[in-house]
């Protein structure tokens, strides 16, 4: 009885352990299905800015476009392996020179005026991207795929890639048909220049890109896609030395009207002198502009009347006796 006991309690422990490990066994278990569905029920988001293209990726499908997926999206459901590449839908900018540019502050684009004066220019563009399936698909297989443009840093590459040498086009085409003082200081010619060049770029964009993929600012998807917003800043002289030579001539010509209207004024008043001395005699004039500015002085003596003249005397010490 007593082997029989101790046989027993030998064997219970072992019954126990037993029990523990299944216990940990199922556990690993659990954790190993648990990745493993994660993995086979893949899930995607998109930001309230942001459009998503979903692509198949598994080990048994092509690569292939399959659906958009909306903005503002939450966990949506997706196959093992697939792939979703999301882009901007808000306004954009590509901004050249000064503060908040895309590229470098200082940096201009340069063009030559009729005239043969270089000239640095500073341009904004404002725009949004077409949402429309097939297009936003032709533009992530076609320009997104190799600029990496679903991120910050490719979309701002994919901008210097294909807006800045349209924008450089389109500013050499037109700005040869205007002088430089045309641009530089007259609004009429400058907003001339402006709309030539936005149409110029407007035209050589997609040409560029190969699709209408940018829309303007205002579009949301549901409207007319719309033109791009193109506005440049005075476009000004690298040489300093122009402008300096263009506000000196500025100034003469001031100095030189300024002389002109006295010249004027001048003429006026002499024929005005010419008028009353022909009707007054020149004494007459003489005595009219004594009398007008106060070198002499005269007073109307009523007819039979006594009037008192003061006479003006001068202190002295000594009073004389008036003479006879």
């Not at 690993?28 to 995607?44: C, G, M, R, S, T």
């Not at 309230?48 to 692509?55: E, F, K, Q, T, V």
């Not at 080990?59 to 997926?69: H, L, N, P």
């Not at 500073?122 to 097939?134: A, I, P």
Request: hydrophobic content about 35%.
């Amino acid at each position: 009885m007593a082997k029989l006991g101790n046989a027993a309690a030998a064997i219970k422990p072992k019954g126990g352990g037993s029990t523990k490990a299944k216990v940990i066994g199922f556990l690993i278990l659990a954790v190993i299905v648990i990745i493993a569905l994660f993995n086979i029920f893949n899930f995607a988001s998109t930001d309230a800015n942001r459009i998503g293209l979903h692509y198949g990726g598994g080990v048994i499908e092509d690569k292939k476009f399959k659906s958009i997926i909306s903005p503002g999206s939450t966990n949506k459901l997706i196959g093992p392996g697939d792939t979703v590449y999301d882009y901007p839908i808000d306004q954009r900018s590509y901004i050249i020179g000064g503060d908040g540019a895309d590229t470098d502050a200082a940096d201009e684009v340069t063009v030559v005026s009729k005239d043969n004066v270089r000239l640095g220019v500073r341009v904004q563009v404002y725009f949004t991207l077409n949402r429309d399936k097939d297009v936003i698909k032709s533009f992530h297989e076609r320009i997104g795929l190799k600029t990496d443009a679903y991120t910050e840093r490719g979309w701002n590459d994919m901008l210097q890639s294909y807006f800045r040498p349209q924008i450089d086009r389109a500013l050499a085409a037109v700005a040869t048909n205007y002088n430089w003082a045309e641009l530089y200081n007259n609004e009429s010619k400058k907003s001339q220049f402006q709309t030539a060049a936005s149409t110029e770029f407007t035209r050589l964009l997609p040409a560029a890109v190969g699709g209408d993929y940018f829309c303007g600012p205002s579009y949301n998807g549901s409207n007319a896609c719309g033109e791009l917003s193109f506005t440049i800043q005075k476009p000004t002289p690298l040489d300093k030395g122009i402008i300096d030579g263009l506000e000196a001539k500025q100034r003469a010509e001031l100095a030189k009207a300024t002389q002109e209207q006295k010249n004027q004024q001048v003429n006026v008043e002499l024929q005005s002198v010419k008028q009353q001395v022909a009707m007054l005699g020149a004494q007459g004039y003489l005595l009219k502009t004594a009398i007008e500015s106060g070198k002499i002085q005269f007073m109307v003596i009523p007819q039979n009347g006594n009037v008192s003249i003061p006479v003006p005397t001068t202190p002295s010490t000594t009073t004389a006796p008036p003479s006879r």
